[in-house]
């Protein structure tokens, strides 16, 4: 129970994310994109994942907010967004998908 206290949704998630890629095995960091913060650097042997984490993506400067240290980035490994949303708005390489699916494995 959260009492009269709300979470905030956003924090939740993160943990989720961040525990679910240690439970798979990654090495799990924060990154840095110029001045901009990325979520999650997740390595594991010569594997590498960028993960930015969201409620939502839905409005526009939100999903510029959290693509724009993805497109920073300048090698080729996977780079994701993970939301609630439903609406894919992937863009540049950059995948966004349902954090559901990513606990499900589905990618």
Known sequence: MLGERSA????VL???????????????????????EIDFVAERGSDRMYYQVAATVLDPNTFQRELRPLKLIDDYYPRYI????EVPLGEAGINQVNILDFLMQRV
């Open 8 to 11: 905030d949704i956003g924090h």
């Open 14 to 36: 993160e943990n989720i994310v961040y525990l679910e890629l240690i439970r798979r095995g990654y090495r799990v960091s924060i990154g840095k994109a110029g001045e901009y």
């Open 82 to 85: 993970l939301t609630l949303d």
